[in-house]
């Protein structure tokens, strides 16, 4: 199993000191920064853009952005992204757009590539893409805000994409994203995932040093 890897959600820090919290991330050793980026349609909420993304390098965060486009047409948006400093980028699957073609442009700039389902989207709607990522989002609420409850339905499809990624011995990450604490971390360990996105729980924490630790230890 590949070893669990913390991915703090900017979306739940203060959002008029941004910097501060990617900093806060660094210096607890983390490597990995969440960034939610939504446009109103593909999700009813707004969040950042790649301008945010920009200025986070400008005042010199190292993290590995972990960027989340939770947009109807990513495919407009590598290039800004990639410029702007993200190392990853996984789009989601439920939008109509060239998938495959959009992935393989994110690889061909150098940067990782992901791919995102929705609650209500079945694991097999992201089998054509498995081999042009090495990252599987499995999202454990319906995208667009922070702070939702878990849904532990999803459970079986984490155990779905980890079966897969045996059976055609994939290289792959396995992130889960929404209402993730310690407890519903370790239910999601305990079916494959290995990449935990924590924006409530994390920015809300009072001892993240503990908490990071923890996640570390799952
Ligand atoms: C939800 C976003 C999440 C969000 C998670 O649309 O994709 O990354 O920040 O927030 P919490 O951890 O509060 O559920
Ligand atoms: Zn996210």
Known sequence: M?????????????HGALALGASQVADLGLKWLHLDLMDGHFVPNLSFGPQTLA??????SKLFFDTHLMLSEPH??????AKAG??????????AYDHAATLRSIRALGLKAGIALNPGTPAESIL???SLVDLVLVMTVQPG???QAFREDMLPKIAQ????????????????????????AALCRAKGADTFVAGTSF????????????????
Request: charged share 25%; proline share 5%; glycine share 8%.
């Open 86 to 95: 993200a190392d990853r980028i996984t789009i989601h699957i439920e939008p």
């Open 55 to 60: 200025a986070l390098r400008r005042h010199g």
């Open 203 to 218: 920015f809300g924490a009072t001892d993240k040093a503990a908490l990071a630790a923890s996640f570390a230890a799952l």
């Open 76 to 81: 407009r948006f590598i290039d800004a992204f």
């Open 2 to 14: 590949k070893h669990p890897i913390l991915a703090p959600s900017l979306l739940a820090g203060d």
């Open 145 to 147: 805000f922070g702070g």
């Open 161 to 184: 994409v980890d079966c897969w990624r045996h059976e055609r011995a994939l290289d792959l990450r396995i992130e889960v994203d929404g209402g993730i604490d310690l407890a519903t």
């Open 128 to 130: 054509p893409c498995l």
